[in-house]
């Protein structure tokens, strides 16, 4: 499986982006990291091949999660975007069914390189 992600930029707060994850291969569930330089890898959403949803508390309301139906590609839609949400978005994968609703991707799993979102002032 080969993850690729795209649609970072730099945007105004309040602004929106959407960002998109290609997937080669078949998976069961994806979802967003984001990651500061200084901080910890952070979990933003997830989503599963039957449609299970999660997201992290700060981002609810502004950003959703939605895949096609064959799981080939995986978006993240962004709205009223704040400057805490700058960082480098990654998009992760996996196999089995409930990454990232009942515990997170690991290091095992599949894991794009990242797309830069900034949020400016």
């Known amino acids: 499986v080969q993850l690729q992600a795209s649609g970072g930029g730099l945007v105004q707060a309040g602004g929106s982006l959407r960002l998109s994850c290609a997937v080669s291969?078949?998976?069961?569930?994806a979802g967003w990291y984001r990651q500061v330089l200084w901080q910890e890898r952070e979990f933003v959403a997830a989503?599963?091949?039957?449609?299970?949803?999660r997201y992290l508390d700060s981002v609810k309301g502004r950003f959703t999660i939605s895949r096609d139906s064959q799981m080939k590609t995986v978006y993240l839609q962004m709205n009223s975007l704040q400057p805490e949400d700058t960082g480098v978005y990654y998009c992760?994968?996996?196999?089995?069914?409930?990454?990232?609703?009942?515990?997170?991707?690991?290091?095992?799993?599949?894991w794009g390189q990242g797309t830069l979102v900034t949020v400016s002032s």
């Open positions: 291969g078949s998976i069961n569930s």
């Open positions: 989503i599963t091949r039957g449609g299970r949803v």
């Open positions: 992760a994968s996996s196999e089995d069914r409930e990454s990232g609703i009942f515990y997170p991707f690991g290091d095992d799993d599949y």
